[in-house]
């Protein structure tokens, strides 16, 4: 095949890509108190003299796989968000991260052009490390899950890799040990329906006892004794939630390396 050819071959295997929306998840009233900054809302905050969003909104640029970018935030912040990026499709929420995402969705669908858009992609507003290479890797084995939600993990060699000295959690199954990501890819269908179930399960997070009899004691065990699959994990969230789950390993830790600690900035910064 010649150069031309060849060129045309890409070109056109190009146009097929699907493009998504992305929701950008910075929603909550939160903020991080550095030295120098004062106190931020996260995103807004600098790591080397970069806001966290701008590397972010780097990482899309990048990315041939998204269309248009929505970022939802709580009322405290939204100010600033429009000083700090006056160009970025902004949506209010004060709820729960569900119904964030839920609100997100509603504000693509008001814009010309996005009524019918079927899935987003998510992304949490602390991952200065993102890539758009990253994000196209998820994006393409998340739609070949077929799945309702898809959601990002990463193996735990490739976090160790890649930024040893950012501390994760880990958690263990038979195909190894992982930590979860920060992105995902979900159907619009599943919203507000799942807002309930999710806040639920958010309620249980601080009391062990409930959330382990919600999922089961069987399930618990197993996987304090290492003998959980991911098969397992996938089917026990698609029952409880009523939809087709599934997990994404990826290899990228990128995506699964966030800044939630202030103390964590400095150790990020030489990374960068």
Request: proline residues 3%; hydrophobic residues 45%; glycine residues 6%.
């Amino acid at each position: 095949m010649n150069t031309e050819m060849r060129n045309e071959t890409e070109t056109l295997a190009d146009q097929r890509l699907f493009t998504y929306d992305l929701v950008i998840l910075a929603g909550g009233a939160g903020t991080v108190s550095l030295p120098g900054q004062g106190q931020r809302a996260r995103a807004l905050a600098e790591l080397k003299g970069r806001r966290l969003l701008e590397y972010i909104r780097e990482a899309v640029r990048q990315s041939r796989r998204v269309a248009s970018v929505v970022l939802v935030t709580h009322s405290a912040h939204v100010k600033a968000f429009r000083q700090a990026a006056p160009d970025l499709l902004l949506c209010v929420c004060d709820g729960s991260m569900a119904e964030c995402a839920a609100a997100a969705i509603q504000k693509l669908r008001e814009q010309p052009g996005h009524e019918n858009i079927t899935r987003v992609v998510t992304v949490c507003d602390d991952l200065p490390f993102l890539t758009g290479e990253a994000l196209d890797d998820f994006i393409a084995r998340a739609e070949a899950a077929e799945a309702d939600g898809a959601y990002a993990i990463v193996r735990k060699e490739a976090c160790l890799r890649e930024y040893p000295a950012l501390r994760r959690t880990f958690f263990h199954l038979k195909e190894g040990d992982f930590t979860g990501g920060n992105v995902s890819l979900v159907s619009v269908s599943l919203f507000p329906g799942c807002i309930e179930k999710m806040q639920e399960v958010f309620a249980l997070r601080k009391n062990p006892l409930k959330l382990a009899a919600w999922l089961g004691v069987s399930f618990i065990v197993r996987l304090l004794f290492r003998q959980l699959s991911l098969a397992d994990v996938e089917a026990k969230v698609s029952a409880l939630f009523g939809y087709r789950g599934r997990a994404v390993i990826t290899e990228y830790a990128c995506i699964g390396t966030d800044l939630d600690k202030a103390e964590e900035w400095p150790v990020a910064e030489k990374y960068l």
